[in-house]
């Protein structure tokens, strides 16, 4: 390993989604904490870019889509590969640390930081580097354990001497953010003196989806029980919602639309549980402490609530860690199987204060 200890310009690369970037801030926090002179750029996705403004470690922010990222639109040309690598040079950054998970290849940014000129640059990786990476960490995920993903990211961290006892995910919630919630939830008539909850139905891949039918039987069965229910998502998300809702016999509220994400940080933050899907809420819940029902599909086993209490709700099948958008044997069991009322239960726990923990998700592995 080379000598990290008088490293002070950090490129942090986390090319995924908000929720990735998330589970990585304690590791951006490990890295301030050991040199807190220390300037922490984020080097990430359109997507992953967009909950950087609340991440208080972070000094900086370079937008990147990778022709390497499955989302990233066609290049015409090779051209914006080269033009980064030479701001990148530009600025002048003392190592680099890249941040992935098990099924995603380090070697691509590695070598575009290698072709920057950044001397220090550190990965887990799978295979032998060689000059790619200065400093590498033999990945040995999957095939002799499987970390949260938090956990490998502070374990990568560990290696050049960065190590932090506060492990919880960060985001700073804006007050103005704050008194706009409020606002909205004033508006939608909500009492904030009795029993709520979040529901969050909507979710990019299809195979991470509840069916709506069944979150409209969960909505119906909590507010028959005297719980509030206020429904999120964006806007493309509307008419989802607007069918759950048209399903239920109960009034419900929607902020559909409305939120911008810190705006999304502070509800949650206010609300006494979230029921999601598995997707960048519950990271955004988790990250300001909230307890969460996460309809957890068995596609990737990396990701559930951290740190906070939960209740991770699936149904074991033979084809679970698909890494799939789409379910390959097209059933959706995983998620379609969980009774809606096994749902409502385990809200009704966390509302109670019930901190009991979730079935790991290592011993389906």
Same mark, same amino acid.
């Given at each position: 390993?080379?000598?990290?200890?008088?490293?002070?310009?950090?490129?942090?690369?986390?090319?995924?989604?908000?929720?990735?970037?998330?589970?990585?801030?304690?590791?951006?926090?490990?890295? *301030?904490?050991?040199?807190?002179?220390?300037?922490?750029?984020?080097?990430?996705?359109?997507?992953?870019?967009?909950?950087?403004?609340?991440?208080?470690?972070?000094?900086?922010?370079?937008?990147?889509?990778?022709?390497?990222? *499955?989302?990233?639109?066609?290049?015409?040309?090779?051209?914006?590969?080269?033009?980064?690598?030479?701001?990148?040079?530009?600025? *002048?950054?003392?190592?680099?640390?890249?941040?992935?998970?098990?099924?995603?290849?380090?070697?691509?940014?590695?070598?575009?930081?290698?072709?920057?000129?950044?001397?220090?640059?550190?990965?887990?990786?799978?295979?032998?580097?060689?000059?790619?990476?200065?400093?590498?960490?033999?990945?040995?995920?999957?095939?002799?354990?499987?970390?949260?993903?938090?956990?490998?990211?502070?374990?990568?961290?560990?290696?050049? +001497?960065?190590?932090?006892?506060?492990?919880?995910?960060?985001?700073?919630?804006?007050?103005?953010?704050?008194?706009?919630?409020?606002?909205?939830?004033?508006?939608?008539?909500?009492?904030?003196?009795?029993?709520?909850?979040?529901?969050?139905?909507?979710?990019?891949?299809?195979?991470?989806?509840? @069916?709506?039918?069944?979150?409209?039987?969960?909505?119906? /069965?909590?507010?028959?029980?005297?719980?509030?229910?206020?429904?999120? +998502?964006?806007?493309?998300?509307?008419?989802?919602?607007?069918?759950?809702?048209?399903?239920?016999?109960?009034?419900?509220?929607?902020?559909?639309?409305?939120?911008?994400?810190?705006? %999304?940080?502070?509800?949650?933050?206010?609300?006494?549980?979230?029921?999601?899907?598995?997707?960048?809420?519950?990271?955004?819940?988790?990250?300001?402490?909230?307890?969460?029902?996460?309809?957890?599909?068995?596609?990737?086993?990396?990701?559930?609530?951290?740190?906070?209490?939960?209740?991770?709700?699936? /149904?074991?099948?033979?084809?679970?860690?698909?890494? *799939?958008?789409?379910?390959?044997?097209?059933?959706?069991?995983?998620?379609?199987?969980?009774?809606?009322?096994?749902?409502?239960?385990?809200?009704?726990?966390? %509302?109670?204060?019930?901190?009991? @923990?979730?079935?790991?998700?290592?011993?389906?592995?």
């Amino acid at each position: 390993m080379a000598d990290w200890n008088a490293v002070e310009n950090i490129l942090c690369i986390r090319l995924d989604t908000i929720g990735d970037v998330l589970m990585t801030t304690p590791a951006l926090r490990a890295l *301030k904490a050991s040199r807190p002179q220390r300037r922490v750029t984020l080097f990430t996705s359109s997507a992953g870019a967009a909950v950087a403004p609340l991440i208080p470690e972070l000094d900086h922010t370079i937008i990147y889509d990778a022709p390497w990222l *499955k989302a990233t639109a066609p290049r015409v040309n090779s051209q914006p590969e080269y033009d980064m690598a030479e701001r990148l040079r530009q600025l *002048k950054f003392d190592a680099a640390i890249i941040f992935t998970v098990y099924s995603q290849n380090p070697l691509p940014s590695a070598f575009l930081c290698y072709l920057a000129g950044i001397p220090l640059r550190l990965a887990h990786c799978h295979e032998n580097p060689y000059q790619l990476l200065s400093d590498w960490v033999r990945d040995l995920e999957p095939e002799q354990f499987i970390r949260h993903e938090v956990r490998r990211q502070l374990d990568l961290v560990a290696t050049v +001497g960065c190590q932090i006892e506060d492990e919880r995910l960060s985001l700073q919630v804006p007050e103005v953010a704050r008194c706009c919630v409020l606002n909205l939830l004033h508006e939608q008539g909500l009492d904030l003196s009795q029993p709520w909850v979040v529901i969050h139905p909507g979710a990019t891949a299809l195979s991470r989806r509840y @069916p709506p039918e069944q979150f409209a039987v969960v909505a119906q /069965q909590l507010i028959d029980e005297g719980v509030q229910v206020v429904f999120t +998502g964006t806007q493309p998300e509307q008419e989802l919602v607007q069918q759950i809702q048209a399903t239920m016999m109960a009034r419900s509220h929607s902020l559909v639309g409305c939120l911008n994400l810190g705006e %999304l940080a502070a509800l949650l933050e206010l609300a006494p549980v979230l029921i999601s899907n598995n997707t960048g809420p519950v990271h955004v819940a988790a990250a300001v402490g909230t307890p969460v029902v996460d309809l957890y599909a068995l596609t990737n086993p990396q990701h559930t609530p951290w740190g906070v209490p939960n209740r991770v709700l699936f /149904q074991d099948v033979p084809c679970r860690f698909c890494y *799939k958008s789409i379910c390959p044997e097209g059933h959706y069991h995983c998620l379609r199987l969980v009774a809606p009322e096994t749902v409502v239960r385990a809200t009704r726990e966390l %509302l109670s204060g019930a901190s009991a @923990p979730s079935l790991p998700l290592e011993v389906l592995s």
